[in-house]
């Protein structure tokens, strides 16, 4: 019986110590195919590492602005790809787009904005498969923001998803040694 305990315990506190598993094996991130670009200029924007169905918040962040972009809904190996027209009376500057999931906070590598606007039907034409915007997107790394960006955190950690377990864990080991000191205190009485 005390090996029986002992191993239960054992269980409890491998509970308690137990990092969480994702489906995928590294951080979430944002990428894009151009790193500077016109106001009005079509980006691609790739989430990859995201969990399956995540809903993502998708938005432009700049040193003034912050501009929504809708919801997104990654796929089963938890990616997702937007095509982002930006607004052609957008501000030169520095920008980053930012996703939203329930458990991270994504930036991705800064996009610099500058020059005269691109008009809308700019008498491009029709795409064809010699299109740059068809053609496999360049990979940048996950950005590391040093230029001071207001209210923009460079990316929330995958710990704030594993606090959230911290009580339920602690509660599994109270009544795990609850139980376990009564079935000894039953086999105690049991053996007088």
């Given at each position: 019986?005390?090996?029986?305990?002992?191993?239960?315990?054992?269980?409890?506190?491998?509970?308690?110590?137990?990092?969480?598993?994702?489906?995928?094996?590294?951080?979430?991130?944002?990428?894009?195919?151009?790193?500077?670009?016109?106001?009005?200029?079509?980006?691609?924007?790739?989430?990859?590492?995201?969990?399956?169905?995540?809903?993502?918040?998708?938005?432009?962040?700049?040193?003034?602005?912050?501009?929504?972009?809708?919801?997104?809904?990654?796929?089963?190996?938890?990616?997702?790809?937007?095509?982002?027209?930006?607004?052609?009376?957008?501000?030169?500057?520095?920008?980053?787009?930012?996703?939203?999931?329930?458990?991270?906070?994504?930036?991705?590598?800064?996009?610099?904005?500058?020059?005269?606007?691109?008009?809308?039907?700019?008498?491009q034409g029709e795409r064809d498969e010699d299109d740059g915007l068809l053609a496999p997107m360049p990979t940048f790394a996950p950005a590391v923001v040093t230029a001071p960006v207001a209210a923009v955190p460079v990316e929330a950690t995958s710990?704030?998803?594993?606090?959230?377990?911290?009580?339920?864990?602690?509660?599994?080991?109270?009544?795990?040694?609850?139980?376990?000191?009564?079935?000894?205190?039953?086999?105690?009485?049991?053996?007088?």
């Amino acid at each position: 019986m005390k090996k029986i305990a002992f191993g239960f315990l054992l269980f409890i506190f491998a509970l308690g110590v137990a990092q969480p598993v994702y489906a995928h094996g590294g951080q979430p991130r944002l990428e894009i195919n151009i790193d500077h670009t016109n106001p009005g200029a079509v980006v691609d924007v790739r989430g990859v590492e995201f969990g399956y169905d995540d809903l993502v918040m998708l938005a432009l962040l700049g040193s003034e602005a912050e501009i929504a972009l809708g919801e997104i809904t990654a796929n089963a190996e938890g990616e997702f790809q937007q095509i982002v027209v930006l607004p052609s009376d957008l501000i030169e500057g520095t920008y980053y787009f930012r996703a939203t999931t329930i458990h991270h906070w994504v930036i991705s590598p800064p996009l610099t904005v500058w020059g005269t606007a691109v008009l809308e039907g700019g008498g491009q034409g029709e795409r064809d498969e010699d299109d740059g915007l068809l053609a496999p997107m360049p990979t940048f790394a996950p950005a590391v923001v040093t230029a001071p960006v207001a209210a923009v955190p460079v990316e929330a950690t995958s710990a704030s998803a594993a606090n959230r377990n911290v009580p339920a864990l602690i509660a599994l080991m109270v009544i795990g040694s609850t139980i376990v000191a009564i079935v000894f205190a039953i086999k105690r009485k049991n053996s007088q």
